[in-house]
């Protein structure tokens, strides 16, 4: 498969890296600097784009890669607002997007667990839970995007939690996300159900960015070949 690479930071460094382990071909790679200047018909080149960059150009990157008639898969966060009616575009205009706040494998089985865990404890309301997140201070979106949807997943099942928010200062209803940055972290994401008695807790640490490279690669293998709008969560179905 021919991929082209938008952003080139050190996932798309990684990206590269494991795309030619999985013998396909990086055919184009867009960073700030050549971005505009890639004519239309280089970027046809390309079977599926790769999308890693920032919350404020993400948008205008998709478009151009709905132009050109490409499926694009987008691993960049903290753009949620504008998702939606990224989205509708995509549906009406029949183009094709995949989009995911984490890519790797390890992390959707956590997330399975995560769901799992949720609708056990429901029925024990002495247990308070909580998310804590950790990344590397080049993350400029806090809290993750992860951390949202581990916070999204839990809250339909427990009844004592009706919204996320981030920060020490939280409601009762209220699930709280707290985030750190420190060098060198690839991702930390805690989840914890504490008592007066115990605390049980899920912890997905990541030890490098590969794992999440291999994931948008899969990704990007899944879609090629379909049309409309999905989520990372289509190609990791674990229930």
């Known amino acids: 498969m021919r991929i082209g690479l938008i952003g080139y930071g050190k996932m798309g460094k990684e990206i590269e890296i494991v795309a030619r382990e999985r ?12 971005w505009h200047e890639l004519s ?4 046809k080149e390309a079977d ?8 404020d150009s993400v948008v205008d990157n998709i478009r151009r890669c709905f132009h050109i008639q490409r499926p694009v898969v987008c691993g960049t ?3 949620a607002a504008k998702l939606e009616e990224v989205k509708q575009q995509c549906i009406n205009e029949s183009k094709t997007l995949l989009t995911g706040s984490n890519f790797s ?5 956590f997330f399975a667990l995560n769901r ?5 404890l429901n029925d024990f309301p002495e247990y308070q839970v909580r998310i804590s997140e950790t990344h590397h201070t080049q993350k400029k979106d806090a809290p993750s995007g992860t951390a949202i949807h581990l916070a999204n997943e839990i809250i339909p099942f427990l009844h004592s939690k009706s919204e996320w928010q981030a920060g020490d200062q939280v409601k009762p209803y209220q699930l709280q996300i707290s985030s750190q940055r420190i060098e060198h972290v ?5 989840v914890s159900y504490s008592s007066a008695i115990d605390n049980i807790e899920l912890q997905h640490i990541a030890h490098n960015r590969k794992g999440f490279a291999v994931g948008a690669l899969r990704a990007a293998e899944w879609l090629f070949g379909r049309t409309g709008y999905f989520t990372i969560e ?3 179905r674990f229930e």
């Open 40 to 43: 239309d018909d280089k970027l």
């Open 234 to 236: 289509d190609v990791f």
């Open 105 to 109: 494998t390890g992390v959707h089985l």
């Open 116 to 120: 799992y865990a949720a609708r056990l």
């Open 186 to 190: 690839p991702g930390t994401h805690l």
């Open 23 to 34: 013998e396909h071909d990086i055919v184009w790679i867009a960073t700030k600097s050549n």
């Open 48 to 55: 599926v784009i790769i999308e890693f960059t920032s919350p």
């Open 77 to 79: 966060t903290g753009w």
